[in-house]
């Protein structure tokens, strides 16, 4: 993977540059001012483990990009280094704005909302096939939520972006928002797997399952109001029956409550289609305004 030095002065210069429109917890995210198609993403952590096993990932994702049939995924173009020592990389530019941005943006039709949920699950099924065809590769999004995906309003095309957090070939865990250790998945072992020695932040071995159930905390949050996978699965299963009583299908509440049972968890995305024909009767956040007074 190629490399581009600069300097330590110049890169404190650049922090001027940081984007307001997205973040990354792992990391700074800056304009290029030398190549206005890319941006740098500056590591917090820029030794040991965690370190290698980044340049281990970046490096995996540089060796399946001529592979892969499909430009949804954002991914990282060259190593960034100052004097030598690799402080982070180099990646394309979308102008545009995260999933979040639109999902949470009272102004913005929920038809054009559910547009958007529904090519994360075509996302993942990119990602299906390409592991059948590369099965080795073990490539999973891992640390999937509403601020990795990015909007290219031009285009209207949208973007798995920081991808460094994948499961690819045998890296380590990273940090994922919705496979957490405090969410009830702990207690399904024998689908979520936490059996590993290595971990650079990560709880669980990102897998289809988890990926899977990512997707669906995501779209369930953007109902529910708040972190339903920090909920007991006592208080999701009531909130599915919730779901159920105001106009959700009985198919759709059946594959989001699969979750937390042995069986696999299935793509719903077909399934948003519903969506707005419920929509406006949970009134996002109205189910803990009225059980628990939020």
Not at 122 to 144: C, G, H, T, V
Not at 250 to 268: C, H, R
Request: hydrophobic share 40%; with cysteine; aromatic share 12%.
């Amino acid at each position: 993977m190629e490399a581009i030095n600069i300097s330590r002065k110049y890169l404190r210069e650049l922090q001027s540059l940081r984007l307001s429109n997205v973040s990354s917890g792992e990391g700074s995210i800056l304009r290029n001012p030398l190549n206005g198609k890319e941006v740098l993403k500056i590591l917090h952590q820029q030794n040991g483990l965690y370190l290698s096993n980044k340049l281990y990932t970046l490096n995996s994702l540089y060796d399946i990009e001529d592979a892969l049939d499909n430009d949804s995924f954002v991914l990282p173009n060259r190593l960034l280094t100052v004097d030598d020592k690799v402080v982070g990389f180099t990646m394309p530019l979308i102008n545009g704005v995260t999933l979040a941005d639109i999902l949470f943006n009272a102004d913005i039709d929920i038809k054009i909302k559910v547009k958007y949920l529904k090519r994360i699950g075509a996302i993942l099924d990119a990602m299906a096939s390409f592991r059948k065809e590369y099965p080795q590769s073990n490539w999973y999004l891992n640390d999937l939520h509403e601020r990795n995906f990015m909007v290219d309003l031009d285009s209207d095309k949208m973007y798995a972006v920081d991808l460094d957090s994948c499961r690819i070939f045998g890296n380590h865990p990273f940090l994922s928002k919705y496979l957490s250790s405090f969410s009830p998945i702990i207690n399904h072992p024998e689908k979520y797997h936490s059996n590993f020695c290595i971990s650079c932040g990560g709880d669980f071995v990102a897998d289809e399952n988890a990926d899977l159930y990512s997707y669906a905390m995501l779209v369930i949050d953007f109902l529910y109001g708040a972190r339903i996978n920090l909920a007991s699965e006592e208080e999701y299963y009531k909130y599915l029956e919730y779901l159920k009583s105001v106009g959700a299908p009985q198919e759709l509440v059946d594959a989001w409550a699969k979750v937390y049972t042995n069986d696999n968890n299935v793509n719903f995305a077909p399934l948003l289609d519903s969506l707005p024909y419920f929509y406006e009767k949970t009134d996002r956040g109205l189910y803990l305004k009225r059980t628990k007074g939020m």
